[in-house]
Each structure stands twice: as C-alpha cells, then as structure tokens.
T-cell receptor, first 117, second 113 residues
Framework: AQTVTQSQPEMSVQEAETVTLSCTYDTSESDYYLFWYKQPPSRQMILVIRQEAYKQQNATENRFSVNFQKAAKSFSLKISDSQLGDAAMYFCAYRSAGGSGTYKYIFGTGTRLKVLA | NAGVMQNPRHLVRRRGQEARLRCSPMKGHSHVYWYRQLPEEGLKFMVYLQKENIIDESGMPKERFSAEFPKEGPSILRIQQVVRGDSAAYFC???????????FGSGTRLTVV
C-alpha cells in the first residue's frame, strides 16, 4: 500500500524568505501523480502544484516549485518570496495513475506553515 | 461555474442521531469522492462513486456509514447513530473523469455532542 510522510509538523519562515516543505512517499507503482494542497483556516483545499511521475522536469507555479526525486521517492515544495497569505496547512498527496480503477488520494499528515512579518 | 457545493457547512448532532451530508459536484462532473479529516490530521479516503454506482468503498467504516450518488440530485453521505468519534470535517471532491484531478468542496464540519 502507498504511504505519504510529512516529517515536519510545523515550519516558520520570515516574510519574503524561502522555505522548503518535505514530503516522502512509498509506492511500488511507476506511474502516479503527486500534489501539494494548501488548507487555510477557511478549510478549503486549494491545489498548489501537481507533478506527473513520468515527467522529469520539476513543476513550477509562480512562487511555488517542487523538487521531485523519483528514485528517492521525495517530493518537496519550495515557496519563494513568502507572503503572509501563504500561512496555512500544507498537505502532500499521492494518487495512482488509475490502472487499478481507483483514483483515491493518499494524504500526508500536513505541515503547518507560519509566516512571520 | 459554481464549484463543488457541500451543505451544510456545519452540522451538530446528538449521539445516536443521523447525519446527512450533501455534495453537489461541479457541473459536468460525474465522479464524486468523500474524505474525512480528523482534527490535526490529513484527509482520509472514504468512498468513490459514479452516478448510481459505488466504485471503491475501501475507506468506509463497515457499519453506520453509507453513501450514494443518485442519477438525479446530490451525493449523500449518511452516518447513522453518530458517536463522538464521528466528529470531523467531511470533504467531497468531484472530477469530470476518474483520471482527472479533483476539485474539492469546502467541507462539512460535523460535531457530535
């Protein structure tokens, strides 16, 4: 069974600085997707970035980028130029490519990011 | 195009009562997923449905919990005889096809008193 591990329960970053959130996963599959979701106090789950396992190039969305290391099964999120609005819980998630017919996500336990003014 | 709509946003039930949580997927989406988030934890998969079919219910507790997605109307997650341990946020997500990424709703926070 697949697992997702986020080993940092909480992280802090100074406004305008860069922070990296860690995520490791375990799977025997070769084709899958990885995601980072942001959950602010409103509870809404907001997709931050998505990575297809078959793509070697790391995904980037504005200030957010990932470091995807497939052999190491590592998928970290880098937030550049941190802003106060980035403060939230961040969840890493895994999803099979769907060969087994199910498309459920496996979520990590989350990292709470605090942004200091 | 409205997103995934969940209601109610907050639901309070006494122990032993029934809870009904509703989810209207995005327009054109025929795949619905339910997740549960316990306090200070990540989301845990419960069930995956298509119209009138349960595709994967491997995350559903064996008793008291059921889900449906009828041909017409919203998807319903039903919890019978609620207990304090059912208190959690319940999220619904939908997708156009199973292979597509999800759109999440804002969740229903269930509190059992």
């Amino acid at each position: 069974a697949q697992t997702v591990t986020q080993s940092q329960p909480e992280m802090s970053v100074q406004e305008a600085e860069t922070v990296t959130l860690s995520c490791t996963y375990d799977t025997s599959e070769s084709d899958y997707y990885l995601f980072w979701y942001k959950q602010p106090p409103s509870r809404q789950m907001i997709l931050v970035i998505r990575q297809e396992a078959y793509k070697q190039q790391n995904a980037t969305e504005n200030r957010f980028s990932v470091n995807f290391q497939k052999a190491a099964k590592s998928f970290s999120l880098k937030i550049s130029d941190s802003q106060l609005g980035d403060a939230a819980m961040y969840f890493c998630a895994y999803r099979s490519a769907g060969g087994s017919g199910t498309y459920k996500y496996i979520f990590g336990t989350g990292t709470r990011l605090k942004v200091l003014a | 195009n409205a997103g995934v709509m969940q209601n109610p946003r907050h639901l309070v039930r006494r122990r032993g009562q029934e809870a009904r949580l509703r989810c209207s997927p995005m327009k054109g989406h025929s795949h619905v997923y339910w997740y549960r988030q316990l306090p200070e934890e990540g989301l845990k998969f419960m069930v995956y449905l298509q119209k009138e079919n349960i595709i994967d219910e491997s995350g559903m507790p064996k008793e008291r919990f059921s889900a449906e997605f009828p041909k017409e109307g919203p998807s319903i997650l039903r919890i019978q005889q609620v207990v304090r341990g059912d208190s959690a946020a319940y999220f619904c997500a939908s997708s156009e096809q199973g292979t597509h990424g999800y759109t999440f709703g804002s969740g229903t926070r269930l509190t059992v008193v």
